[in-house]
């Protein structure tokens, strides 16, 4: 049958990457089914969403981490209170999976299993380790004296000598953030690298093209893209640029079954990691780092206080 007569139902079952859909579709199964399971009172539309944001702590797998994220919620230091994301009571939340992946750790002040990972990766962990932190922003970066801040969901600030990590976790995103401006009807989207005076955000201040400059991001490829790569992968480089200008590294954890952000397959790599880090000059890609939850697991060890992960890995559909 030649091509153009093939039905598209064919042709999908040829695609050789894993489809979106099916994804979403096999976890958030099993957060309702988890939710059901613990008997834990969901919306009547959606199983897989707590029937209130307050129950959130119900979306933890750990008590104590959720004891541990409340006492920070409590505390006024740093960016205003601690930033619970609208939809932390979702069971298929990024922000919840960071919690329940990461949490234990970082209640013990240690970065485990994910310090493991970033070695294998050719980040040096540094001689007394990472003390880590949950959504660390810092508003003097990029000249932030309003609106929503800059923040990164987990930061590894090392107390000595050595490079801080910067991560940014996803789970279902279908994108990194987009530029509000743009979204909001008031930039045609048009890059300003040649022209900053077309950035309404540097005409109010924001510092993310002189740090971008400052980093070199300016002498690669990004300067020559028609369309501003602020307006479609906003998040990212906002997040990437702190990472830099606090000289660390950034690295995005995400769930290795999602196509998303990063998939091989047999014409190469694909996903929204390779089309970014292709916009950065080679000394920044190489501090640009990609990491799994499903190789964060691997390396957490069978011990009393791990009893956890049997759980995790039914809450999130990785049995």
Known sequence: MSEPLRSSRARAADWPYPRYLKFRSTVAAAASAWFRKNELETTPRYPYILAD?????????????????????????????????????????????????????????????????LSTKGVQVPSGGWEPEFEYGDRAVFSEDSGQPTSIDLALRSPKAGVDVFVECKF???????????????CDGRNPASDLGLCYLHHIGRGYWEVASRHGLMDGPLSSEALCPFAVHYQFFRELLLALEEGGVFVLLSDARSPVFFQDGPQGPRGLMPVVTSLLPEHVRRRVV??????????????????????????????
């Open 290 to 319: 990609l990491v799994t939850v499903q190789e964060v697991l691997e390396q957490i060890v069978d011990a009393p206080d791990d009893a956890w992960v049997p759980e995790f890995r039914r809450k999130y559909g990785l049995v």
């Open 172 to 186: 279902v995103e279908r994108e990194f953030g987009h530029c509000s401006v743009f979204t909001g009807g008031d």
């Open 53 to 117: 944001r307050d129950q959130w702590p119900q979306n933890i797998l750990v008590p104590g981490v959720a004891d541990f994220i409340k006492d920070k919620a409590a505390d006024k230091k740093g960016i205003e209170a601690f930033p619970l994301h609208k939809y932390v009571h979702h069971g298929l939340s990024s922000q919840a999976l960071l919690f329940n992946l990461m949490g234990p750790f970082v209640a013990r002040g240690e970065a485990g299993p994910l310090a493991v990972v």
